[in-house]
Every structure is written in structure tokens, then in C-alpha cells.
């Protein structure tokens, strides 16, 4: 898994991309494939049509633009969660979503962000996270949130949630936090019992 981990690293944008889900690594990662195509392409098919100086400077800004992008990569590498706070998220969620059961808007966006800052691919913290901003008015925030979530891998399983988060979101009217909310879903614990309140993993708060 390591290993395949740093594979990412040959490819620009690669692992903001696939280990983030990031939007921006998307972009770089298609242009970098776009330059790569052009350089072929002058070198083996428009060979007789483009002057060798063109060419060159084609392969030089490749060849650039592959070493910032794997040094700033190789920088600012997406760590895998360290096994010593991996156990802090499961205590940081419970907390969160107590908070958020208690309407305490305010502890559990810190709480959330908190566990975000650890495991910023953990889906069910987002959506929670993106939930309680809509229900804090703050809808352009939960918007931009449940496209990123729904951008990235992690997202995949949720996508019938998102769907109707995004519906909720859209909606003119505020409609009141029910169980059969979509959120809720989310707020189940991680071994899949429902939340009521700050049971779960309470003990390990």
C-alpha cells in the first residue's frame, strides 16, 4: 500500500488527485497530460511540420513542469493517518456529533474541522460537516463542501446522500432536523449503530 502510495508521485497532480480527491490536482494532472501529448506529437507526427527549436521547448517545459510539480508533491506529501491519531478520530466525531444533536453549531464545526485537519478524506465528518452548515445558514459553504465530497473517492458510497443534501441545500425553505435526514446517515457511529444523543462511541469520548 506504501508503495503504491508514492507510485502517485510520477504522475503531476496525481497525489492530490487520488489520495485527496482534490480539484486542483484534477487540473494539473490533465494538463500535464495535454503538454506530454503536444511533445509527442511534435517529436514522432508533426515532425516535418514543426521546427526542431519548438519541439525542444515543448520537452524543456514538460520536463519543468514534471519537476516543480513532483518536488512541491514530494513537499507537501498527503500522509497516511499515523496509527497514534487514528485514534483520535473516532473520540473527535463522537464529539462532533454530540454537538450537533445539541445544536452547539459552533463546537462541533470545531470539532469537525479538527478531525478534517487529521483525516481529510473521512466522508462521513464532511457530510456532517456540510449538513451543519446548511443548517446554519451558511449554504455557499455546504455547497462548495458537497461538491468536493462528491468530487473524491471517499464520496462514492454516499453519492444517494449527497444527492439529497444537495436537494436540501437548494431548497428555499428550511425544513426542520428530522431522523429520516440524510445527515443522519452519517451520524451513525463507525460500527454502523445509530446515533441518539452521544451514544455510540460515547466511552471513547
Known sequence: MESARYLTLVW???????????????????????????AILTTFIWSDLVELSFTLAVWTATAIVWLVSTVSAVAAFPPLLPQRLAAEIDPLFVRARAAYLARDWVVAETRLRELLGLAPTDAEAQLLLVTLLRRSGRRDEARRG?????????????????AAERARIESSSEEPAEADEPAMLALADRNGRPATGSAGHSEAA
Open 146 to 162: 458537497l461538491e468536493k465530497l462528491s468530487q473524491s473517492d471517499s464520496g462514492a458510497r454516499w453519492s444517494r446522500v449527497i
Open 12 to 38: 503531476p497532480g496525481l497525489p492530490w488527485l487520488w489520495l485527496r480527491g482534490s480539484f486542483a490536482g484534477l487540473v494539473l494532472a490533465i494538463a500535464f497530460a495535454v503538454t506530454v501529448d503536444v
